[in-house]
């Protein structure tokens, strides 16, 4: 009888351990310690993160705002200069109604007088069932016309806090009229939680 109980008590707390840690990381400043001690026991995760990112300039509901510009950037062929804040939606498929998985949030701004090469400074934030409140810290150089196009995922949150990896993203559609996009991102990180 005593036996049964231990044995219902280690298997009750071996599912207790075996839930994943999807459930939000306390954040306040001695959890953070305890965390970052904890590390060295703790093994690396490899995510990868499909979805697709619309970059909405026109339409009723524009989802990217350009804030400065050069004097030059109207001239430029690659609008060298411009720099435009976005808060773009990511969902798991092409089509705007498909699920919603979080958004893309930052900056970014035509930094090559070459091509069209844009600096992103994005924070991706998740907000579907798997990485509620978490985020990754994209920083990269996105030459748009480019097939595939790698960037540096250099941070993040949450469950990807020290997470390290890369994006690539790859245009699927893009209309040269509106300036609307919808891009295919594909996100390899490597993290702990
Ligand atoms: C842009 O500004 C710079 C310095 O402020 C000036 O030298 C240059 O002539 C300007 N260019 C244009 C195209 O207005
Ligand atoms: C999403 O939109 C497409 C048309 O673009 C439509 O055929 C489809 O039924 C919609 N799906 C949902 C879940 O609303
Ligand atoms: C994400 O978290 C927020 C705040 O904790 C909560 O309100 C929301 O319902 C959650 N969303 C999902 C999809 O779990
Ligand atoms: C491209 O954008 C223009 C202007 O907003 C719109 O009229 C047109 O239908 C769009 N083309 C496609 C293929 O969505």
């Not at 697709?52 to 060298?80: E, K």
Request: hydrophobic content about 40%; charged content about 15%; glycine content about 8%.
């Amino acid at each position: 009888m005593v036996n049964t109980c231990i044995t219902l008590i280690i298997l009750s707390s071996m599912i207790l351990l075996a839930i994943p840690s999807v459930l939000s990381l306390d954040q306040d400043p001695v959890a953070v310690e305890q965390w970052f001690e904890n590390l060295p026991n703790m093994t690396p995760k490899l995510t990868h993160l499909h979805f697709y990112l619309h970059d909405l300039v026109s339409g009723s509901d524009p989802t990217v705002f350009r804030v400065a510009q050069s004097n030059i950037t109207s001239s430029s062929p690659t609008a060298f200069g411009f720099i435009a804040m976005a808060d773009d939606m990511l969902t798991t498929g092409p089509e705007p109604n498909s699920t919603v998985l979080g958004r893309a949030q930052g900056i970014y701004g035509s930094a090559c007088l070459e091509e069209s090469g844009l600096l992103m400074t994005m924070n991706l934030v998740f907000t579907g069932a798997d990485y509620n409140g978490s985020t990754l810290s994209l920083l990269g150089r996105n030459a748009v016309f480019h097939r595939y196009r790698e960037m540096p995922i250099v941070g993040g949150s949450g469950v990807f806090r020290m997470a390290r990896g890369v994006a690539t993203a790859k245009t699927y559609e893009f209309n040269l009229t509106s300036g609307d996009a919808v891009v295919e991102y594909n996100v390899m990180v490597q993290h702990y939680n």
